[in-house]
């Protein structure tokens, strides 16, 4: 087992205390809080390999583990009773965040910075079920950082691709991921990913990964394809009935066969390895559910990207504890083994959150022997 890989998993899990919040900067990119996706991280990097840690939710507050600023910009990593581990370093917060549109919004309201070199973007800053906290999603806070004023409620596809062009010249941004949240339409955001993966292709070429809920058309698959759109994802998130109809209520109705039948329909347009899902452990489900699903996820050509759950403040589960770092430990050994056997790699894929990797260990175990 790869002694990173357990590393990564226990920080992703227990989070880690950053004297930034006291008024001691760290130097690098100071992450981000709320909104969409994970959330309530800053980036690290470990070597070759960065990775996203909780620095703002409770759990994290509580870590044993601390950051350390060491001289010359660098980043030490302090374990409370136990070892200094010394070279880290933090992506710098990128050029293009001092930048505005031609119609004067800050390009950071449009586009962040994941990982090391990740454009991420949320095309609709709102959901059909996020207002009502009995059908919305018990782990989201695509509002939050709307209703703080750090973005706007929809990105355009000429903003999108502005910014893209000047991420990638100023920042060597590499890959595009865009999510949304669901609006009230048939295509599920679908239409909306097609326009801006072909505004952004026509400005700048860079990989890109489309996020979205599976349209009622399969037809939306190919039109994204040919819009620009490299690779898809569809987040299926927690697996077992109980468990879906508690953490997503309302996304829930959508039964897990009918996502299923997306996946083999998505895979036919973008190919083997270039459609992936989010898996988040920690909500209920076994280490067999997940373990099993990934297992029909991979003979479908379709990567599980297996993540810990994290708390995120403001939500409903802000309370809710992380996993275990031996839980994840076990999920990530028993997929990556049946990765490696399916020959299907997270460095295979063309964009997304599987190929950054930065919120999951699971690569590093994927790499393991």
Same mark, same amino acid.
């Given at each position: 087992?790869?002694?990173?890989?357990?590393?990564?998993?226990?920080?992703?899990v227990?989070?880690?205390?950053?004297?930034?919040?006291?008024? &001691?900067?760290?130097?690098?990119?100071s992450?981000?809080?709320?909104?969409?996706?994970?959330?309530?991280h800053?980036a690290?990097?470990?070597?070759?390999?960065t990775?996203?840690?909780?620095?703002?939710?409770?759990?994290?507050?509580?870590?044993?583990?601390?950051?350390?600023?060491?001289?010359?910009?660098?980043?030490?990593?302090?374990?409370?009773?136990?070892?200094?581990?010394?070279?880290?370093?933090?992506?710098?917060?990128?050029?293009?965040?001092?930048?505005?549109?031609?119609?004067?919004?800050?390009?950071?309201?449009?586009?962040?910075?994941?990982?090391?070199?990740?454009?991420?973007?949320?095309?609709?800053?709102?959901?059909?079920?996020?207002?009502?906290?009995?059908?919305?999603?018990?782990?989201?806070?695509?509002?939050? %950082?709307?209703?703080?004023?750090?973005?706007?409620?929809?990105?355009?596809?000429?903003?999108?691709?502005?910014?893209?062009?000047?991420?990638?010249?100023?920042?060597?941004?590499?890959?595009?991921?865009?999510?949304?949240?669901?609006?009230?339409?048939?295509?599920?955001?679908?239409?909306?990913?097609?326009?801006?993966?072909?505004?952004?292709?026509?400005?700048?070429?860079?990989p890109?990964?489309?996020?979205?809920?599976p349209?009622?058309?399969?037809?939306?698959?190919?039109?994204?394809?040919? %819009?620009?759109?490299?690779?898809?994802?569809?987040?299926?998130e927690?697996?077992?009935?109980?468990?879906?109809?508690?953490?997503?209520?309302?996304?829930?109705?959508?039964?897990?066969?009918?996502?299923?039948?997306?996946?083999?329909?998505?895979?036919?347009?973008?190919?083997?390895?270039?459609? %992936?899902?989010?898996?988040? &452990?920690?909500?209920?489900?076994?280490?067999?559910?997940?373990?099993?699903?990934s297992?029909?996820?991979?003979?479908?050509?379709?990567?599980?990207?297996?993540?810990?759950?994290?708390?995120?403040?403001?939500?409903?589960?802000?309370?809710?504890?992380?996993?275990?770092?031996?839980?994840?430990?076990?999920?990530?050994?028993?997929?990556?083994?049946?990765?490696?056997?399916?020959?299907?790699?997270?460095?295979q894929?063309?964009?997304?959150?599987?190929?950054?990797?930065?919120?999951?260990?699971?690569?590093?175990?994927?790499?393991?022997?």
């Amino acid at each position: 087992m790869s002694e990173l890989g357990r590393l990564v998993t226990e920080l992703q899990v227990r989070g880690v205390v950053d004297p930034a919040l006291a008024g &001691a900067p760290i130097a690098g990119n100071s992450g981000r809080r709320g909104g969409a996706g994970p959330s309530d991280h800053r980036a690290l990097t470990f070597g070759d390999t960065t990775v996203m840690v909780p620095v703002y939710n409770a759990t994290a507050q509580e870590s044993p583990y601390r950051l350390a600023a060491e001289a010359g910009g660098g980043v030490a990593l302090e374990e409370r009773g136990g070892e200094r581990l010394n070279g880290l370093s933090a992506p710098p917060e990128p050029r293009f965040y001092g930048l505005r549109t031609d119609d004067g919004i800050p390009y950071r309201s449009i586009a962040l910075l994941h990982g090391r070199d990740v454009l991420a973007t949320t095309l609709l800053q709102t959901c059909i079920r996020f207002r009502d906290r009995r059908d919305s999603c018990q782990f989201c806070a695509i509002e939050q %950082s709307l209703e703080d004023g750090r973005t706007v409620v929809r990105k355009t596809p000429e903003q999108v691709a502005e910014v893209a062009e000047a991420a990638v010249r100023l920042d060597g941004i590499r890959q595009l991921v865009m999510t949304t949240g669901t609006p009230n339409s048939d295509d599920r955001g679908a239409r909306l990913m097609a326009e801006t993966a072909a505004a952004v292709k026509r400005r700048v070429a860079i990989p890109i990964q489309a996020q979205c809920e599976p349209p009622e058309d399969p037809q939306w698959y190919a039109h994204m394809k040919e %819009s620009g759109v490299d690779s898809l994802g569809m987040h299926l998130e927690v697996v077992e009935p109980e468990v879906r109809r508690r953490i997503l209520p309302g996304k829930s109705e959508l039964p897990l066969e009918r996502y299923f039948e997306a996946f083999e329909q998505a895979v036919a347009v973008f190919g083997r390895g270039q459609v %992936s899902t989010y898996l988040l &452990a920690g909500l209920g489900d076994s280490a067999d559910s997940l373990i099993t699903c990934s297992e029909r996820l991979i003979e479908l050509g379709v990567y599980p990207f297996v993540v810990p759950f994290v708390p995120i403040a403001g939500t409903p589960l802000e309370g809710h504890p992380a996993p275990t770092t031996d839980f994840m430990v076990e999920i990530y050994a028993a997929v990556a083994a049946r990765l490696r056997v399916s020959d299907l790699r997270s460095d295979q894929m063309s964009a997304g959150c599987a190929k950054c990797g930065a919120c999951s260990a699971l690569s590093l175990f994927e790499k393991a022997p």
